[in-house]
């Protein structure tokens, strides 16, 4: 019997068979929850579970926000038009924090 390494994100129990992978994830995840505390801070009243799917949306898509702050403000067409793969990860993003 084979034994293989795993790392667990204890923010949500992912597993991850790289440990560099988990990191990513796990740093990913702490940027989402730092932008849903930032929005939940400055917008009185938004909802919990909306702010929690923003947050996430906006720390999976860093590139695409670094890139518009540097002046390339048309990289977030990217999010506003998504490809297919793109609005699935989004569906997903919304459905896991409705459901979560």
């Known amino acids: ?3 293989v ?3 667990k994100c204890d923010r ?3 597993m991850f068979e ?3 992978e988990a990191d990513a994830y796990d740093k990913m995840l702490e940027l989402g929850e730092q932008f849903t505390a930032l929005l939940e ?3 009185a009243g938004v909802d919990e579970k909306a702010a929690e799917a923003f947050g996430l949306l906006l720390a999976k898509n860093k590139e695409l926000l670094v890139q518009a702050c540097k002046g390339r403000p048309d ?3 990217e999010l506003v038009n998504p490809s ?3 609005a699935t990860d989004i569906n997903t993003a919304k459905i896991s924090a409705v459901s979560g």
């Open 5 to 7: 390494a795993m790392w």
């Open 18 to 20: 790289d440990k560099k």
């Open 84 to 86: 297919a793969e793109m």
């Open 12 to 14: 949500d129990d992912s």
């Open 41 to 43: 801070s400055q917008i």
């Open 75 to 77: 990289a977030l067409n």
């Open 1 to 3: 019997m084979a034994v």
